[in-house]
């Protein structure tokens, strides 16, 4: 397998970029990796490390596109950008997949125009995975379409459902609507819409969930429009990371308090690895003919490790293909 | 002041709701209550507490709107019910107020047909005000209206600014729009509109706040439509809830653990208490010719005290004619 990386992208790069690479390199026997960049940068970078450069292909990039320009002119701009040539590695087939964390806007609007949709997909979607309580779960989509028809979020399940049985290996996954009530009544126009849908298809449904119930992670996949769905991720994260910070700074407050954080060390320890996103690797962005993969822009060498590993897995399962028969089935029909 | 209080709203009444005016009627030496309810449960109810009678007034009602009934119908149907019996008193200006702890649906659908829209106001919306780490802040609407036009923010903008000056007695209280992306451009059709309008205001428009920072408290009032506030509302209360039973359970793992957590018994109880949405009373229902507070289905008694207290903040500082005011001066321009 050869998979794209885009070496400046995210807030660490090239540094996080390059060690999670060298990572890597080190459990996954069979992967080529082209990393796009200043070829003088990288190379530094990688000078740092005892990495197997017979593995490696640095492509020259002159250009990094950042997280404050307008994404869509980012793209057609610069060509020479260290995310358009990796993106331009998949189109030509030159790689199997690209991770990159950069600028969000850009790598979704960049997927699109330069890897392009899946013939029959209306249109791509985000859909990072979560840690929950009781397992992993599935935000579709998370930000990419703000406004949905209907129609979008039965594509949204097939497509959450095709990943969680193929890559996370769950038996017989459930979908959700993500809802402000329970009953099949409530909701928005696109809400009571989607919901007669799903309800239409042979899909293991299980109905409204509202948002309090997503942190639990009794429901594989959650969908909802990309408005919603950036919500409800982005409260995910900011709830968690205020009540940590509240809790460290009473810990912090008195000798006592800083006794009883010693002992409770290894449940903190614990709680935040059961919080990290970066477990997970990052969002894979379904829909289009490519595997992409946007890891959080915050991301460091373990993120992109893991993030290698779920683009390892989303090739060795197929799940492109899975994706075109499932198009294919709803067309039949 | 007289304030109508539905004496079989919510998951804990009338127990609860009774031990609340109880404490009320010790806080506010001023107020008069009417509660709603067959009269000889709420007598059975009353009878447990030694509370000074003279300021009761028990208002029999044989019916309760339950939460799994269609809010509109059943306001339509149940004329003696203790919700719309408790809404009827508003209306015919026998009562200042109404808390309820009851069906939301029923409470926002009653308060609206009932009591009435403020002439001008064009979607009464709810506004609960939440405990965020640097200080409380409200969401504008979270729940009332799931598809909302873009002009309506503005009004809810209003409504909340006037409600945190006037009745939270901040100075100068600033106002953000909760979107997924900082930038003016960002969002869908609704916020990229809202925006706009938002910024022609003379208001202290702080502009888009991402949900990330929602937790945070930094701004006053969020606006928003009525899915997406119910989404963040609901997303907190999951987080927290979900956070502090993982937490508890680690904590009771071993007895090693269970000893840091004796140690920070303080903490947890000081954290538990800043989460509290208790703290705050009820969510007001902004916009209607009325002081109408829809208390949480699980209010226990201090909740309802705090909601009372609330009440009577909210008359005594004019509220609703303040909010006719504004209306006028729009009208104006």
New interface residues.
Partial sequence: MRIAIDGMGGDNAPKAVIEGVVQGLKDFKDIEFYITGPEEVLKAELDKHEADLSRIKLINATEVISPNEHPVMAIRKKKDSSMVKALNLVKNKECDAIISAGSTGAFLGGSTLIVGRIKGIERPALAPIMP??NGAFMVIDA?AN??CKPHYLVQFAKMGLIYFESVLNVKNPNVGL?N?GEEEEK???L?KQAFKLLKEEDLNFVGNV???????GDVNVLVC????G??????????????F???KN??M?SS??K??????K??FK??KK??DYKEYGGAPFLGVDGICIKAHGSSDARAFKNAIRQAESFYSNGLIDKIKLSVKQEENN
Same sequence: chains 1, 2.
């Fill in positions: 929950g309580k930000g703000v406004d993500i402000i909701g928005n126009d809400t509202e948002p309090r119930e997503v942190p639990k429009d990309g408005f919603v950036n919500t409800v991720l982005k409260m995910y994260e900011g709830v968690a990371s205020t009540i910070s509240l809790l009473e810990i407050a006592f308090t006794i009883g954080g010693l002992f409770l290894p449940v614990s709680l059961k919080f």
